[in-house]
């Protein structure tokens, strides 16, 4: 059935740490992970096994009934979330199986993949600010309140993306953002705007919420990669608490 | 409550998890099955909400239905479960509760353990963080049981492809 392909595992070996990598990058969870690695490995007639731990992956890879073997490790760099990437490795994965790709297309494909555009930035601010208001609608806000948390949360993702392109920590950005949108919010309940402006301070901050390291530590933790997700927890506990730190600064400011 | 505001909530349920989508860079052909199945996991707490289930059992519904329509949907949009379910669960997350817990934390640091209100912030913080704890751990829970069971599918799947 399998075209008779011939690659040399180092190629493979390549090929398969760039797509963990990946991965692990920009948010998949430990399984999803090795399920993918293992599911292009077999397609390609590879056996593989793998070590992956949050910041890094080491794999062997071996041809099937060989001993052509080799291992190699490479460093996960902490790019953020992207499920662009994240989906089009996936569907890559199948058509490597249901379509016998070779290394090279399968290259090409993740060059491809990488190159995929992102949502233009004014596009993000101005829906992820209409998310911070539809939180603050869902607690409880009037249209005023609405506004404020809208506005909040738009400065506060403006900082984040540049203290992130100025190569600041990703913490001390969830920090910067975290007190400039509730400087933002705090500022309306000084005001008196709207019936219940603490909604709107409440609110403002919940753009910068971990979802994705919460939800993929207990996925990991059920998983049975029990320490990849306790790293996660920690990182998304780390990120609670810089939000928590830029609301407090700013209530102090105002003493609220 | 009445439907209209019901219906209206979920409509803020659908662009709160929008917004979160395209903070992820979701693909764009999955934007609109994101902004449903968020709509109708939200809608599914509130609803059981006003039959006066618990707010923690209330949640954990909503994130179930949020996680196996993401399984769904994964198989029809040809991507991984996580990318519907995650920004789909994330308007439920208890914002209100954790920032309440964290004004009370501040109160506690800063007043006498002797004071006449220690003892009633204290039972406000640890009642509010640990409605926060255990609506998080409901979400988190809710949405992992179904994309892990559904992995069993997935193997399924290959070995029947391999036979072919």
């Known amino acids: ?72 490790v490479k460093r996960t760099p902490p790019h953020g979330v992207n499920f662009k990437l994240v989906s089009g490795i996936s569907r890559l994965s199948w058509r490597v199986v249901e379509e016998g790709l070779s290394v090279e297309q399968i290259n090409q494909d993740i060059e491809r993949i990488k190159a995929l555009p992102h949502y233009p930035r004014f596009v993000v601010l101005a829906l992820v600010a209409l998310a911070g208001a539809s939180f603050c609608r869902l607690f409880g806000g009037e249209a005023p309140e609405m506004i404020v948390a809208f506005s909040a949360t738009f400065f506060g993702l403006f900082i984040r993306q540049e203290a992130l392109k100025m190569r600041f920590n990703p913490y001390i950005s969830i920090f910067f953002a975290s007190f400039t949108a509730a400087m933002v919010a705090g500022l309306s309940i000084k005001l008196n705007i709207g019936h219940s402006p603490e909604n709107a301070l409440a609110t403002s901050v919940l753009f910068l919420i971990p979802g994705v390291p919460l939800i993929n530590s207990l996925s990991d933790l059920m998983d049975g990669n029990t320490l990849n997700g306790m790293v996660r927890g920690v990182n998304g506990l780390i990120i609670a608490f810089s939000i928590a730190l830029g609301l407090m600064l700013a209530m102090q400011i105002y003493s609220l | 409550m009445e439907l209209f505001t019901l219906l209206e909530k979920g409509i803020w349920f659908g662009f709160a998890a929008l917004g979160f989508a395209i903070l992820f860079n979701v693909p764009q052909r999955t934007l609109f099955i994101i902004w449903i199945i968020a709509a109708l996991g939200g809608l599914t707490k509130l609803i059981l909400i006003q039959l006066n289930v618990e707010i923690t059992i209330a949640t954990f519904a909503g994130a179930s239905l949020i996680g196996i329509l993401s399984v769904y949907a994964a198989h029809t949009k040809h991507a991984p479960p996580l990318v519907f379910s995650i920004p789909a669960v994330i308007p ?73």
């Open chain 1, 1 to 72: 059935m399998a075209k008779e392909r011939t690659t040399n595992s180092k190629a493979v070996e390549e090929m398969l740490l760039d797509v963990g990598t990946l991965l692990m990058g920009n948010g998949a969870s430990t399984g999803r992970v090795r399920t993918t690695i293992n599911r292009i490995a077999d397609a390609l007639g590879y056996e593989v096994e793998l070590l992956i731990t949050s910041r890094s992956l080491m794999l062997t890879v071996n041809k099937e009934g060989g001993l052509d073997h080799t291992s190699s």
């Open chain 2, 92 to 164: 439920m997350v208890p914002g209100i509760f954790a920032y309440r817990m964290m004004l009370g934390l501040m109160k506690l640091s800063s007043t006498a353990a002797t004071s006449d209100t220690y003892s009633i912030s204290l039972a406000e913080t640890v009642s509010y963080g640990l409605k926060t704890l255990f609506i998080l751990m409901a979400l988190a829970v809710g949405v992992a049981v179904p994309m892990l069971i559904s992995r069993k599918e997935t193997i399924k799947k290959v070995k029947h492809t391999a036979e072919n």
